[in-house]
């Protein structure tokens, strides 16, 4: 059974920096495309970032330049560097993990940007 764990959420200050994790555990194949979305009670799921298997990103115009997505294939570990934080970043974050045809989403973890 497919699980994964987020980490690395919290509380801080605008202008500050945060990272998270996100650990896939139960793996049977190999992972194709690993990311990050924010969701904020009463308001859609949105995509923050991906990556693909073989390191191809893709980004949120809202967090291009300040967020940084990477993975470690050999852990199935995925990685998102929040820099730069604002107020609107304010959100519970999720991992999402696509492998053998099929979408795995974590619990989340909270992350606060207080102004």
């Known amino acids: 059974q497919v699980q994964l764990v987020e980490s690395g959420g919290g509380l801080v200050q605008a202008g500050g920096s945060l990272r998270l994790s996100c650990v896939a555990s139960?793996?049977?194949?190999?992972?194709?495309?690993m990311g990050w979305f924010r969701q904020v009670p009463g308001k859609q799921r949105d995509m923050v970032a991906t990556?693909?298997?073989?390191?191809?990103?893709n980004y949120a115009d809202s967090v291009k330049g300040r967020f940084t997505i990477s993975r470690d294939n050999a852990t199935n570990t995925v990685y998102l560097q929040m820099n730069s934080l604002k107020p609107e970043d304010t959100a519970a974050y999720l991992c999402?993990?696509?492998?053998?045809?099929?979408?795995?989403w974590g619990q989340g973890t909270q992350v606060t940007v207080s102004s």
């Open positions: 990556i693909t298997r073989a390191g191809n990103t």
């Open positions: 139960g793996i049977m194949f190999s992972i194709d495309v």
């Open positions: 999402l993990c696509s492998t053998g045809g099929r979408g795995y």
